[in-house]
């Protein structure tokens, strides 16, 4: 693998950019791996690279029915960020921006991660109350987050219009100073590439057709498009589509898929600082490296797989945007799209083992899963190797549903996330 | 803009004007102190997510107000048919 630097960007100049290698072979699957991934995502890659890396696990594919980073991990806002309410989620999401520092060179690969700042706005006392109390319960996880004054927000994010007059009054907003965004599609190649080298192999349109248990209930590996593949260990990592693995293995999950839609306008000079989000009025912005203004907001209303959503949300989402920032109103939205987001009962991640031995699961990630891509394949990897959760993911079992363990992210940020 | 058939209204109207309302033919226990905790997660939490043919609710909130079930595909998203609430899954 050649290693990036200033240097080797000079040499390969030098012959006109003719001789770069390919970043990870398209390798052909094993009979047999020590480990097998289901999902090519920046999760899935992820979980392969610290396999590799930080257990020792080099044995590994990554299967993927599409093209890699060609779900979820493509589809996103690229917003991170960890100010959740409840002590599990702020460790679980802390954990994944703890690995966002120092991914670049990790990876030797640049993610773009941009400490930009994540600003979520309160339009009325209910939102300043829950927002403050976000900030305290944070502060006592040791995540940085804190209020501002609506002049406070002005001088961080000078775009924002503070007219009292404004149907959405901006009555203070809480800052991460360490959120922001990351470029997605590197994310996943950087893992891919930093995988591979490790000797992972990872195996694209290769849908998983079925999965073979033993006598004993236990795993012995997928079928796939190109014929079986043995394996003791199977981790899931496939998104809106985990419903459908899991009733392959003969299980039924709490998970219902949706689309999620996001839409970027023509690209424009910088023109906004950092990311905004307003839960009441409901949409999220920020402006990427490119000058593309990308946008985002809820869930379309039934469950589908279409991986397309329905224009009238685009327009309430856009709505909402204008309502916040009349600057935009004029500008020309370029492209939407959507994606498939597994959604759990409570609104937060199941990331652990099933009652299947030998097979693992990381899914319900919903509309946030993107913030925790290091952190989810860490864990997921770590949980993998162990054959036992980290204490960080093991409040995040299955068995919550049935012992009424919730961590109700969804009561607590009243908004998808 | 998809086009949904209300079987009570007995017209074609856009989605709009229609809410959904989850998966269909879900019954509520009917004694509801005998159930396990498997039964519970099963009756509030499981859900059957198909990636094709899939039974649910809607409501015609925006019209009659009333709820009633379809059968839609989850990958084409296209409407199969609709029928009215209490008649048996189709």
């Known amino acids: 693998m050649t290693r990036f630097s200033a240097f080797s960007l000079f040499a390969k100049a030098l012959g006109g950019h003719q001789s770069w290698p390919e970043l990870w072979p398209d390798a052909q699957p094993k009979a047999e791996y020590d480990a097998i991934i289901v999902g090519a995502g920046g999760h899935g890659l992820g979980a392969a690279y610290y396999l590799a890396k930080k257990y020792g696990i080099t044995n590994v594919a990554v299967i993927e029915k599409g093209w890699l980073g060609g779900g979820n991990t493509g589809r996103n806002t690229t917003i991170v960020r960890s100010n959740y309410l409840y002590d599990e989620s702020a460790h679980l999401y802390d954990h994944a921006v703890k690995l966002w520092d120092g991914l670049s060179q990790e990876l030797n690969f640049n993610v773009m991660y941009s400490k930009r700042g994540v600003m979520m706005l309160a339009h009325n006392v209910h939102d300043v109350q829950s927002f403050q109390r976000h900030i305290h319960a944070n502060r006592l996880n040791g995540v940085d987050n804190e209020w501002l004054t609506p002049e406070e927000a002005k001088e961080y994010c000078p775009p924002l219009d503070l007219n009292p007059n404004a149907r959405y009054p901006i009555m203070g907003a809480a800052l991460q100073r360490r959120g922001g965004t990351a470029r997605h599609d590197s994310v996943a190649w950087g893992y891919a590439r930093a995988a591979a080298a490790l000797g992972v192999d990872i195996i694209q349109n290769c849908a998983v057709t079925g999965i073979r248990r033993g006598a004993d209930g236990a795993i012995e590996g997928v079928e796939t498009e190109r014929g079986f593949i043995k394996s003791k260990k199977v981790g899931v990592s496939a998104a809106g589509n985990t419903s459908v693995i899991m009733q392959m293995a003969g299980l039924e999950f709490p998970l219902e898929s949706y689309p999620l839609q996001a839409l970027v306008s023509e690209p424009v000079k910088p023109v906004f600082p950092c990311v905004v989000m307003s839960n009441t009025v409901h949409a999220y912005i920020s402006q990427s490296d490119k000058g593309e203004l990308v946008i985002g907001a809820g869930t379309d209303q039934y469950v589908s797989y279409s991986q397309r959503g329905a224009l009238h949300i685009v327009e309430h989402t856009v709505a909402a945007i204008c309502e916040i920032f009349p600057m935009f109103r004029r500008m020309r939205m370029l492209r939407n799209w959507g994606g498939i987001v597994d959604v759990t009962p409570d609104r937060s991640p199941i990331l652990g083992k099933t009652p299947v031995k030998g097979l693992y699961v990381n899914c319900g990630w919903g509309t946030g899963g993107f913030k925790a891509t290091p952190g989810a394949g860490d864990l997921l990897a770590y949980t993998m190797a162990k054959d036992e959760p980290h204490w960080i993911n093991a409040p995040y079992n299955l068995d919550r549903f049935r012992n009424g363990r919730l961590i109700d992210e969804a009561a607590a940020a009243a908004v998808a996330h | ?90």
């Open chain 2, 1 to 90: 803009m998809i086009l949904i058939h209300c079987p009570y209204c007995d017209d074609i109207r856009p989605e709009l004007e229609f809410a959904y309302a989850g998966e269909a033919h879900i019954a509520r226990p009917a004694d509801p102190s005998a159930l396990s905790d498997a039964e519970w997660e099963k009756y509030l939490f499981i859900r059957a997510n198909p990636r094709g043919r899939h039974n649910e609710r809607w409501r015609h909130v925006h019209g009659c107000g009333r709820f009633f079930n379809a059968v839609r595909d989850t990958v084409t998203d296209k409407f199969e048919l609709t029928y009215k609430a209490g008649e048996p899954r189709k």
